[in-house]
Nanobody, 130 residues
């Protein structure tokens, strides 16, 4: 079973930056397409997939964050990151990381589909004030 623990959330003013981390443990997958993603959910809104990365390091981003957010992973540390720059009040949400095995051939859009992931962290809150 994969365990995921997010950290790095907090409060920041508009235009500021934050880096989220997601420490993963409990898996030993090799020669497989282990993918991870970042999702967020604001009060009263649906969950949104914002960034994903596959085992080759290929990434996918939602239009709402493209050019401002960067997803990356440190395989040696089993940690996923989300660098968030130029933050806006509308970025305020609970942020979650997710992980799962995907088929060898994965469409980039799949990385942003929450229903494709079985393993989720508890979330970390990001609040951006104007």
């Amino acid at each position: 079973q994969v365990q995921l623990v997010e950290s790095g959330g907090g409060s920041v003013q508009a235009g500021g930056s934050l880096r989220l981390s997601c420490a993963a443990s409990g898996y030993t997958y090799t020669r497989s397409n282990f993918c991870m993603g970042w999702f967020r959910q604001a009060p009263g809104k649906e969950r949104e997939g914002i960034a994903g990365i596959d085992s080759d390091g290929d990434t996918s981003y939602a239009h709402s964050v493209k050019g401002r957010f960067t997803i990356s992973q440190d395989n040696a540390k089993n940690t996923l990151y989300l660098q968030m720059n130029s933050l806006k009040p509308e970025d305020t949400a609970m942020y979650y990381c997710a992980a799962d095995l995907f088929p060898p051939s994965t469409y980039p859009s799949w990385l942003l589909e929450g229903g494709r992931y079985k393993n989720w962290g508890q979330g970390t809150q990001v609040t951006v004030s104007s």
